[in-house]
């Protein structure tokens, strides 16, 4: 398994599949290459992109020296961006979205960024966010996966569907990192995506509830070069077949207005 080393030491495990321009995945909370919904997309669009996919530190096959900062994420992103040698698109899907943006505001070398239902929160000092993490430390294996997904508003049907199965037990396995995506999104307000002047397609599930739609809204409002659509999917998450395509449309318009 290739790794790249992140400017703090930790060894980031990736793969590379596909030809052509550079696109990395990022996944969502509770998610890793073992336990992701991005494998399917990846070969969708391998044909056309050479697709980086990567365990965020403390997952997988990753490294985790600490302490934790989203600054530290954003690092692990541009080692990839050298490893890849020229510049990339970033997709990101969930809190996935939120690392995707903090890498645009720091100036690393992205042209393009899709997002799929970022969980944004515009308020740049929120008390709730914190006393969220908070709680998330404080909890350890399934118990932190359950107030996180309960939280969000996974809804019940969808929630008892995941017990005691592959997928869950996976998620429990890093548990603790479920603190580090809420403390991204402490860090993602309105500030920074102002910062964020990237090219962006902010794409939600016409399957969605009102929430995950208006804060998909609410990102592509803040963003200087933003456009959003909606796409056929069921709660929280559109199928690859889908949104392949799309993501595929929207990534090569640099090569056509060239």
């Known amino acids: 398994m290739p790794y790249v080393t992140s400017r703090d030491g930790t060894r980031i495990a990736y793969q590379r599949d596909g030809a052509g321009p550079p696109l990395i995945l990022i996944d969502a909370a509770g998610h890793f290459r073992a336990n992701s919904p991005l494998a399917e997309l990846a070969d969708l669009l391998a044909a056309d992109f050479t697709i980086y996919r990567y365990d965020r530190r403390g997952r997988g096959e990753s490294g985790d020296l600490g302490p934790y900062a989203p600054q530290r994420e954003v690092e692990d992103l541009a080692a990839l961006i050298a490893e890849a040698g020229s510049a990339a698109a970033l997709y990101g899907y969930s809190s996935g979205c939120l690392l995707a943006?903090?890498?645009?505001?720091?100036?690393?070398?992205?042209?393009?960024?899709?997002?799929?239902?970022?969980?944004?929160?515009?308020?740049?000092?929120s008390a709730e966010q914190r006393a969220f993490t908070a709680k998330l430390r404080e909890l350890t294996g399934a118990q932190a996966v359950t107030f996180f997904l309960t939280s969000i508003g996974v809804p019940d049907q969808l929630l008892a569907g995941m017990r005691d199965t592959p997928h869950w037990a996976a998620m429990v396995s890093i548990a603790h990192t479920l603190a580090y995506d809420s403390l991204l999104s402490e860090a993602t307000g309105a500030t920074l995506?102002?910062?964020?002047t990237t090219p962006t397609l902010v794409l939600h599930s016409a399957g969605s509830t009102g929430d995950l739609t208006a804060m998909a809204a609410t990102t592509a409002a803040l963003l200087p070069a933003a456009e959003q659509r909606s796409l056929p999917g069921e709660w929280h998450g559109v199928p690859a077949a889908t949104l392949a395509p799309v993501l595929a449309d929207f990534l090569r318009r640099d090569a056509a207005h060239a």
Not at 101 to 125: F, I, K
Not at 193 to 196: A, E, N, P, S
């Open 101 to 125: 943006l903090h890498a645009a505001a720091a100036g690393l070398d992205v042209h393009r960024l899709a997002l799929l239902e970022p969980p944004l929160t515009p308020d740049d000092d």
């Open 193 to 196: 995506l102002g910062r964020v």
